[in-house]
């Protein structure tokens, strides 16, 4: 007999006609990720921001390093903290001390001490590797695996995910940059630069939200996500307590000991920085060697291996140039641009809600194509749809080229530039994105499927690590250098993938 929850019955359409536990994991999520957001969208500019100004201080290199550890971590956390809930916590708990990490990160990033500040990303990281693998575990269990509802449900859930993607900046960015506010606390007796503490604070509240409704909403879920999967062998379960020891002390110790080297000044965030890309580096080399060498049965599933290599590092180099919107570009959009649309201006942190707009108005175009497509037998296959969205990655760095020369002369980039960048950022992400960790797990041999989510995830992380050291190139070859590289190095990357297609699909037989 299964431990696997059941899923709630078919009849349950209390939730726009799917099960009334979608709408509690719902928003759940939409406020989880209002908190992501709504820090990351002035995050790093806090990082660099002068300390006169109420900001850390840092320079562009150091800021991106740290930026680029913080979120590798946060998405390298998912990976242990699916197996632990998977084994030990079960989905339902995880979720929940996840969601108490988070607000409790955020609370106290609202404290302006530096200390605060990194115990703060700390807290964030662990509460995020508990809360985001296991709350979309969770909406799958809402469903039986006959439940035609089932994608329509995730479609949903994924709404969540940009509503609060979209709103977050505006309000949490809108506390910590806009004159307004700084107004407004000065008038109160404050010191107006206290004003990023209080966009922290804001994602804390919404945290919070997000937790009370969690609860209230819990009787809605059933059982699901609250029993874990016990081996029902003894030595595997004493195994799994000897492991679990191992993964909490490295978890919870590594990044605290990480806050408290780089707090204090020991280590140079720098070279914690090279010592993380080296690890990452190495572990992503020996994961293929074991899987290829090891854990592959036959010729069939080392070819199905390579080609995930292939999505693997598709994956990785997208979210290495997306994820600029929060670095990069959030200073570019700080530094460089008139924030303006017919005379009105605004904080440069709203530019982060551009892309889940244009995610909402390009979704529903991108779904109707492939299903025409593929009703056609005329869909692009994985590596294809990878090199397409490469190819307008490098678009959107190459839109802003032209608009340079201004910079050159104390002059400003009009918006209607930064916004046609975001437009080719958005066409990219639907390109890559969604279709990423399917088609992994299509072409995972079926007893590896387990481990596609970690591949997926890991990808992501070392994507995340390197869009924060690509801070390190804007600042050494200048706006003009750098928008070429990155125009250029996508171009590279989307002809690697072209060339990749045929050789996928020999080796495996079939147009995936």
């Known amino acids: 007999m299964s431990d696997r929850p059941l899923a709630p019955e078919i009849h349950d359409r209390g939730f726009f006609g799917h099960p009334r536990g979608l709408s509690t994991l719902f928003f759940t999520e939409m406020w989880e990720r209002f908190s992501w957001y709504g820090m990351r969208a002035f995050l790093f ?37 699916g197996w632990i809930a998977d084994r030990f916590l079960g989905q339902r708990k995880s979720v929940m001390y996840g969601g108490i990490g988070i607000m409790m990160g955020h609370i106290c990033l609202a404290i302006p001490t530096t200390n605060a500040f990194y115990l703060g990303l700390y807290f964030i990281i662990l509460g995020t590797g508990l809360l985001k693998p296991n709350v979309s ?73 997000g937790l009370v409704q969690y609860v209230i909403g819990w009787h809605k879920l059933g059982d699901v996500g609250m029993k874990p999967t016990v081996p029902s062998d003894p030595k595997i379960a004493a195994r ?6 191992a993964v909490v ?15 204090r000044g020991w280590v140079e965030i720098n070279y914690m920085g090279d010592g993380l890309s080296i690890s990452l580096m190495c572990a992503a080399i020996a994961m293929f060697y074991v899987m290829h060498n090891k854990m592959a049965r036959d010729e069939d ?62 979704s529903p175009f991108f779904s109707l194509a492939w ?33 340079l020369g201004p910079i050159d002369h104390g002059g400003k980039v009009s918006a209607n530039y930064l916004m046609a960048f975001y437009f080719f950022q958005t066409v990219a992400e639907l390109f890559i994105s969604p279709v990423g960790l399917s ?19 890991f990808a992501i992380s070392i994507g995340e690590y390197l869009a924060g050291r690509a801070s390190t190139v804007s600042v050494k070859l200048g706006q003009t250098g750098f928008f070429s590289f990155m125009t250029i190095g996508s171009l590279v990357i989307a002809a690697g993938l072209f060339l990749s297609v045929g050789p996928v699909r020999r080796m495996l037989g079939r147009s995936e």
């Open 439 to 457: 088609s992994m797990s299509k072409l995972a041999p079926q007893r590896m499927t387990g481990m596609v989510m970690g591949v997926w995830f």
């Open 240 to 245: 799994d307590v000897t492991t679990l020891k």
């Open 137 to 209: 575990a969770m909406v799958g269990q809402l469903y039986s695996q006959e439940d035609k509802r089932r994608s329509a449900g995730f479609a949903i859930f994924y709404m969540g995910i940009n509503v609060g993607a979209l709103i977050a900046p505006i309000v949490a960015g809108g506390l910590a940059q806009s004159d307004w506010w700084k107004g407004v606390l000065e008038g109160w007796g404050m010191d107006p630069n206290l004003s990023w503490h209080f966009g922290f604070g804001t994602a804390a509240v919404c945290m919070f939200l």
């Open 301 to 362: 599933e080392q070819k199905r291996i390579i080609a995930m290599v292939v999505l693997f590092v598709g994956c990785l180099a997208f979210f290495a140039l997306f994820e600029q919107a929060a670095t990069t570009m959030d200073a570019f959009a700080d530094e460089h641009t008139d924030n303006s649309y017919f005379g009105w201006g605004f904080p440069s942190s709203w530019w982060q809600f551009v892309n889940p707009v244009w995610i909402l108005i390009l």
């Open 45 to 81: 500019l806090y990082l660099i921001a002068p300390t006169d100004a109420g900001g850390m201080g840092m320079d562009k290199i150091t800021a991106g390093v740290l930026f680029g550890i913080y979120t590798s971590l946060v998405y390298l956390m998912s990976l242990p903290g």
């Open 371 to 403: 299903l025409r497509l593929s009703a056609k037998d005329k869909e692009p296959s994985s590596p294809l749809k990878f090199a397409l969205g490469m190819v307008a990655c490098g678009v959107s760095f190459a839109i802003l080229l032209p608009a």
């Open 249 to 263: 002390a490295g978890c919870v110790l590594g990044p605290l000991l990480g806050a408290l080297i780089v707090s």
